[in-house]
């Protein structure tokens, strides 16, 4: 019989983690249309980072003490041995340089991008969102090895009909789901759908992108012989402060 507070655990994943993620990949790509990439990068590492938690929780896994640091979160699910946790090399190196920049909402640090973070950001997303459903209580609700089922998963994840259908693949619910049944509005499925190769109806097949390029340097890096005067009123975070303190 499941538990009570086992019950409550898998509510909470669902509305507090995996639909807010959802809401924060779909607010990184607005974020992308309308050309605010300081927006995009922090609304992209939450919908990473909300994902991987997650993972973690529906593994029987703390996600305590991560903060927003995703490669940490990322270390953390890698350990789930029997999961067989698989991402691409690219999709992992996305989600380091989220972990470097997407902690930006002061605009504390100087960042760049070159113009293809939005594809990147759909693929890291829907590798992730994979493993964000209770396979271990589907194995325990039909009575089989969990061990099984996992690998059962594994295997088909790995495939390459899989991998080259992304779009074929959905959760059983979810709110990305819902968007997709036009459930939450034109304005949001049209936000899911556009350019995505990942995510939507059909398979997009060849479609021209515009990259878009930013970068942008603080007045504080280009300025630090102020920097002393500057932290006596203002917080900085702790790498910033070795950066401008050496």
Not at 40 to 58: D, G, M, P, Y
């Amino acid at each position: 019989m499941v538990s009570r507070a086992t019950l409550v655990r898998n509510a909470l994943v669902q509305e507090c983690l995996l639909d807010m993620a959802d809401r924060d990949y779909l607010a990184a790509r607005i974020c992308w249309r309308t050309r605010l990439p300081e927006q995009f990068l922090w609304s992209a590492l939450q919908c990473v980072e909300k994902a991987l938690k997650t993972i973690l929780l529906l593994n029987d896994m703390s996600a305590r003490d991560l903060s927003h640091n995703v490669e940490k979160a990322l270390t953390r699910v890698d350990g789930i041995v029997d999961l067989q946790f698989s991402i691409q090399k690219d999709v992992r190196t996305f989600i380091g340089y989220l972990n470097r920049f997407g902690q930006n909402r002061y605009l504390e640090r100087g960042f760049y991008m070159r113009g293809m973070e939005l594809l990147t950001l759909d693929k890291t997303f829907w590798y992730l969102r994979r493993y964000c459903w209770n396979i271990r209580a589907h194995a325990r609700a039909a009575k089989r090895p969990e061990a099984e089922l996992l690998a059962s998963y594994a295997k088909c994840f790995s495939g390459q009909r899989h991998l080259d259908s992304p779009m074929r693949f959905h959760l059983s619910s979810g709110y990305l789901e819902n968007t997709l049944a036009g459930k939450n509005g034109k304005e949001q499925y049209k936000a899911l759908v556009w350019k995505n190769v990942f995510f939507g109806k059909r398979d997009k097949g060849t479609f021209s992108f515009s990259s878009m390029s930013w970068s942008a340097s603080p007045a504080h890096f280009r300025h630090p012989d102020v920097f002393a005067d500057l932290a006596k009123i203002i917080d900085f975070p702790p790498d910033v402060k070795r950066a401008l303190s050496s």
